[in-house]
């Protein structure tokens, strides 16, 4: 799938190694094609922040005159989150090629936490009551 002709460098660079790393088989429906667009956007979005900030540096004058943090750095920084959390949102598979959403995968990873933890208390308590 071609990225859309309205992003930028930066958006289409996303856009492509995203879907790069999809298997051959693999295609994204309507909803995710439109969040995979808009991660890609706001790529673009914060590679013109970054632009502002290299000209302008890091600090900007408050209204009072004094040093403040340049208003695109913090810009920037939601920015990059905005992203993850988009990207978090599309259900890309795993190694076994099974579709997982970020919320997916963080449940599992607990799961296995939780069940590492009973068999653990189970081996301790054999443990005590062997002694």
């Known amino acids: 799938m071609t990225p859309p002709g309205k992003l930028g460098s ?3 660079a996303l856009w492509k190694s995203v879907q790069k790393a999809l298997p051959d088989d693999w295609d994204f429906d309507e909803r ?3 969040i995979l667009t808009l991660a890609s956007t706001q ?4 590679d013109r922040l970054e ?3 290299k000209k302008d540096g ?3 004058l408050g209204s009072a005159g004094q ?3 340049h208003p695109a750095v913090t810009e920037a920084r939601q920015s990059r989150l905005a992203i993850g959390r988009l990207l978090g949102l599309l259900s890309l598979p795993d190694e076994d090629e099974v579709p997982r959403s970020h919320a997916s995968k963080r449940a599992q990873k607990a799961a296995r936490v939780r069940w590492a933890r009973k068999d653990e208390m189970a081996e301790r ?5 062997g002694a």
Not at 43 to 46: F, I
Not at 125 to 129: G, K
């Open 51 to 53: 632009a502002v900030i």
């Open 67 to 69: 040093p403040v943090v």
């Open 43 to 46: 790529a673009d979005d914060l």
């Open 58 to 60: 890091v600090q900007a």
């Open 125 to 129: 308590r054999e443990a005590a009551n």
């Open 32 to 34: 995710e094609t439109e």
């Open 10 to 12: 930066r958006g289409k």
